[in-house]
């Protein structure tokens, strides 16, 4: 598969705090790839940097070989922040229908959305009435609303219920499958194993390794276990 | 469950919608705009407002205008001064200290939410976003000048006379006036991290307006001129009736720098040495233009009766003095003397002589100490080289004077378009009912049918 994205020496200092040292990955065309690590290591902070939401102190981004201007990013990936109230005043079917109508997508696409994330009976509430999980799934709806080559969803299994984790995961799939390339930060690595293609393993703002479960097993030097154990091992 | 992997390569933002996608930009910011409480509280009260404004305004005029009593001079009473200024009285103070909150919610509402990170991805620049709010935020200011809009029609209805020049005047300027705010709302907002910071930011600037207002009084030079821009002193202007082309050129500018400076500071992703870059080009620009803007005379007096012009013939006459005109005044802030000059004469003559340089020498504020050695009270006219002393404040007086120095002969005078003055003595009839009743109802019903509605 070809890089969609070439992730070089992304930096980036909190006053005196290095939060992101040199991170640097690829993110290939159609894959799922999974941004794993635990809280504050730097998954967020590096999501913002890459959608052009926070400066970074050092870095590129490249999309076939050019640099990708901050400006610029926001036509080729679509960053889904975590724990947002988005006009809460306004209801999810406004909302959905918003982005629907600003990114031209049918109706038909939008029900099928609305149908697997069981937004349905949700329609006519508020977005700042919803629980954590409803507000999560209706987020989501809006991420697979658009258009971008690649959507950046952060914590896409936070708030959700097993079921419903199970539900998103086969959904995300599905949306990968049509051509779109995603990258979920999570910090469950075993939801991570389970629905990514590849991982980029980040531990206190370090990249430690990159790649399939099989590569990273190989670069920790195991012989069996899951992500958690590979995890441990590379830091 | 599929999504069309085709649009997935459409490329976004520049793409041949992007004007619909403004208007879609703008309709969700009135849908937010109608979902912000404190809009609805703006909308709540400014009948209420306008029409205690109205109400007394009317009462007062028909005392003047002699309900059992004498009547004041006829020529005194101007629907201007009487009905329109008191009424709108109201949006001055609806400008000042509730429309900024309105403005600021607009924007930290989405910066505290988080939806200002998918506003920012969403097609389109910034500047058409910030644009896009500005544009639905002066709409919703529109639709509060409905409470004064029925004022003006009640006072029709009374009888009551209006001179649409002075009136539409006197609207372009609350309307420049609550751009300022909304400007100003917004550069807070985006600066401040939240959406106290923001208020307590706008409150300082409003206090040190007023401080600069005060503490320029009189004084002459570079800080009256820049007390001329706060948006108080710019308001004033309008009320007597005047449309200076430098006010409403520095109105404008200052307000599009206030959106200006939101869409620099806005965005989270620009780097500090980006916001600062901008923000000193920003301010070299709106300091060029409010220097170009100082430098410009033009006015038009848009009064009935003429109270920013001296008479046909004096205008005319005056228009001969090429010379520059130095006057020195020695007369304190305080002194009501002052005051009367400034109105009656100095405004006028301004407008007319384009080297008038005025000199503010007293040393004290009230003037009530000053040594016979200060020269206080005299007032000093310098013209060709030669100097001359006055007293008086009155206009004939002073252009005599004037005329004496620059050698011309004074103006003849007519009586032929002597404003006569609109005395009306009537009742408000139904005000009360209209601004304490039904406007406050019609408001709580329209929140609660868009709120059902939403």
Redesign the interface.
């Known amino acids: 598969m070809t890089a969609l994205l070439t992730v070089e020496g992304i930096t980036k200092f909190f006053n005196q705090r290095r939060v992101l040292d040199e991170v640097g990955f690829s993110v290939r065309a159609g894959e799922v790839l999974g941004l794993i690590g635990p809280n504050g290591s730097g998954k967020t902070t590096l999501f913002?940097c890459l959608?052009?939401?926070?400066?970074a102190d050092a870095g590129t981004i490249k999309s076939n070989n050019k640099d990708l201007a901050?400006s610029k990013r926001?036509?080729a990936l679509?960053?889904?922040?975590d724990?947002?109230?988005?006009?809460?005043?306004?209801?999810v079917s406004?909302v959905l229908g918003?982005f629907r109508?600003?990114?031209?997508?049918?109706e038909q696409?939008s029900s099928?959305?609305m149908?697997?994330l069981r937004l349905d009976e949700l329609m006519r509430s508020?977005i700042g009435s919803l629980s954590k999980g409803e507000r999560k799934r209706t987020l989501l709806a809006?991420g697979?609303l658009?258009?971008?080559?690649l959507l950046m969803l952060d914590e896409p299994f936070d708030g959700l219920d097993l079921r419903q984790t199970r539900d998103v995961m086969t959904?995300l799939k599905?949306?990968a499958?049509?051509?779109?390339t995603l990258m979920l930060s999570i910090h469950q690595l075993v939801d991570a194993g389970r629905v990514c293609d590849r991982l980029v393993m980040l531990s206190a703002g370090k990249v430690v390794g990159e790649g399939s479960i099989d590569d990273l097993r190989a670069q920790a030097k195991l012989s069996e276990g899951g992500v958690e154990e590979i995890f441990l091992a590379l830091t | 469950?599929?999504?069309?992997?085709g649009?997935?390569?459409?490329?976004?933002?520049?793409s041949p919608?992007s004007k619909r996608?403004f208007w879609?930009l703008v309709s969700?910011e009135w849908?937010?705009l109608f979902?912000?409480r404190s809009y609805w509280l703006l909308l709540l009260m400014i009948g209420p407002l306008v029409g205690h404004g109205f109400i007394t305004a009317v009462g007062l005029y028909a005392e003047a205008s002699g309900t059992g009593g004498p009547a004041a001079l006829a020529q005194g009473l101007t629907p201007l001064d009487g009905i329109l200024v008191p009424a709108f009285g109201a949006y001055d103070l609806a400008a000042t200290f509730l429309f900024p909150f309105v403005a600021i919610r607009m924007i930290s509402?989405?910066k505290q939410?988080?939806?200002l990170?998918?506003?920012?991805?969403?097609?389109g620049s910034l500047a058409t976003k910030v644009g896009a709010k500005a544009l639905v935020l002066l709409g919703g200011w529109i639709v509060t000048l409905l409470p004064g809009l029925l004022a003006i029609g009640l006072w029709k209805f009374y009888g009551g006379h209006l001179y649409a020049p002075e009136t539409l005047n006197l609207l372009l300027g609350h309307f420049l006036r609550a751009m300022l705010s909304a400007g100003f709302g917004f550069a807070a907002a985006a600066l401040a991290e939240n959406a106290a910071s923001a208020a307590i930011i706008t409150l300082g600037f409003t206090v040190g307006t007023w401080a600069l207002d005060f503490i320029a009084a009189g004084r002459g030079g570079f800080l009256q001129q820049l007390a001329a821009y706060t948006p108080a002193a710019t308001l004033r202007f309008f009320e007597h009736g005047l449309l200076r082309l430098n006010i409403f050129v520095a109105m404008l500018a200052i307000s599009v720098a206030g959106f200006a400076l939101a869409g620099i500071w806005l965005?989270?992703?620009?780097?500090w040495r980006f916001r600062l870059l901008g923000t000193v080009t920003l301010a070299l620009t709106l300091a060029l233009i409010m220097v170009g803007a100082n430098g410009v005379r033009a006015s038009w007096d848009a009064s009935e009766n003429r109270r920013n012009s001296f008479s046909r013939a004096d205008e005319a006459a005056l228009s001969q003095i090429r010379q520059p005109l130095r006057i020195t005044v020695v007369l304190s802030p305080e002194d009501p003397r002052l005051t009367d000059y400034e109105q009656n004469v100095l405004r006028k003559l301004r407008r007319v002589l384009p080297r008038l340089e005025v000199d503010y020498s007293s040393s004290s504020r009230t003037g009530l100490f000053e040594k016979p050695e200060d020269h206080y009270g005299e007032i000093w006219y310098e013209m060709n080289g030669q100097r001359a002393m006055e007293r008086s404040t009155i206009e004939e007086v002073v252009l005599e004077q004037i005329y004496k120095l620059a050698g011309i002969n004074p103006a003849a005078h007519s009586d032929e378009n002597a404003f006569s003055g609109y005395p009306l003595s009537v009742k408000p009839r139904g005000a009360s009912w209209i601004f304490y009743g039904l406007w406050p109802l019609l408001t709580v019903a329209a929140w609660w049918v868009q709120n059902r509605s939403?």
Not at chain 2, 117 to 123: A, D, T, V
């Open positions: 913002e959608a052009g939401l926070m400066p901050p926001k036509e679509f960053y889904l922040p724990a947002i109230f988005p006009w809460a005043e306004q209801t406004w918003f109508q600003l990114y031209g997508r049918s696409q099928m959305l149908e697997t508020r809006l697979l658009t258009p971008q080559p959904l599905s949306h499958a049509t051509g779109r | 469950m599929r999504l069309d992997g649009l997935v390569r459409r490329k976004i933002g520049t919608n996608s879609r969700k849908r937010e979902a912000s509402a989405e939410s988080g939806g990170k998918l506003l920012l991805q969403l097609p965005h989270p992703g620009r780097s939403r």
